[in-house]
Structures are given as structure tokens and as C-alpha cells.
């Protein structure tokens, strides 16, 4: 499966999509955590913000995985969760985009 | 030991003095979140804040522990952190208060 290999070029390109999408994500989540820290009021608030932290440190860390093995599959679902734009990925194959997005699609049913 | 008996006038003073220590706590952990927040810049940052968070958690939880036999302890952290002033004791026995008192001042050497 040509997915399978990634030339120097496409690899360049993957890790600056990767980055990418890594920093709107944290970025999103600084935004969140400002949102519910500015209405924050009581210890039940406080506590509920530690532990949307902590849930959404646990998925950063596991779904930025970038082995070439993996990319395909994650770079679907940050496509699907918006994190990723298909102008990220100009620049892959062909059927790498088309792979990234038909995943997606599977997110979708 | 008469620190192990606790009336029931000293059982409400003690719940009173733990639940304001407790209260004054979370309210310098949340002056203390959003500071950092207001400060915050990046990723780095941010997960900073996660680890803050959770380690304050992890205390919190495990200090607060409403046992009897733990009161005499718990109050003698609690005042040498100074979440719990001797005032919030007032109406305790007085070997009650200076086992408090003595148990904060070995935690100074």
C-alpha cells in the first residue's frame, strides 16, 4: 500500500500538519480552560476544571502519536475533529489524502 | 490520652474549623489557578497547569481526612500551613490546642 511509505518531502510536510494541528488543539483548550476559569465560583468548579484538564491532557497525549505507521489514522481524526484542514496536507499523495479523509468519513456513521 | 475523646460541642467547633480550613484552601488554590491562567502562553504552559492542578488535588484530598483520631494531626498541618488559625480552635480543650500547636512547631524544625 503505497500509504505505507512516506517520501522525504511528505514527511516534512506531515510533521508541519502534525505541529499544526497540535498547537490549534492546545490552543483550543487554553481557550476553554480561560472560559471556565473566568466563571469558576466555588471548590465543585475548581475540581470539575482539574479534571476536564486532566481528561483532555490524557487525550492529547494519546492521540499525538506520530509514527508513520499511525499518521493515516491520526491525522483522520484530527481532520474530522477540525484540528486538521485538507490544505494542511497538500503535498501527500494522493491516496494518502484520500485515506485521511475516508477515515474521517467512518467517524461520521 | 484525653485528645482522643471529643465532645459534642468540640465535635461541631472541629467540623466548623475544618470545613473553613478546607474553604480558605480551595480559595488560595483558585486565586493561585487563576493567576497562572492569566499568565499563560503556551502549550508549555498549559500543562504546567494540568500537573499544578493535579498535585494540589492529590493533597487536598488526601489531607482532609475527617477522622478523630486524625483530627489533632490534620489541625496541626492545617495551622502550620495556615489554612487554620488558633481562633478557629477556641472552645476545643486546651490539650487539644497545644497538641495542635506542638505537632505545627515540629514541623518548623
Known sequence: MSTDHWSATEKKIARRAFDAAHERETAAVM?????K???MKSAKDL???ENFLYNRRDEV???YDYRYSQLIYVFSILHY???LA???LAGLSPDKIEAVKHMGDCFRR
Open 86 to 88: 485538507e490544505a494542511d
Open 61 to 63: 497525549d494519546e492521540k
Open 47 to 49: 475540581w470539575e476544571i
Open 81 to 83: 475533529q477540525g484540528f
Open 37 to 39: 476559569v473566568a466563571g
Open 31 to 35: 481557550e476553554e480552560l480561560r472560559r
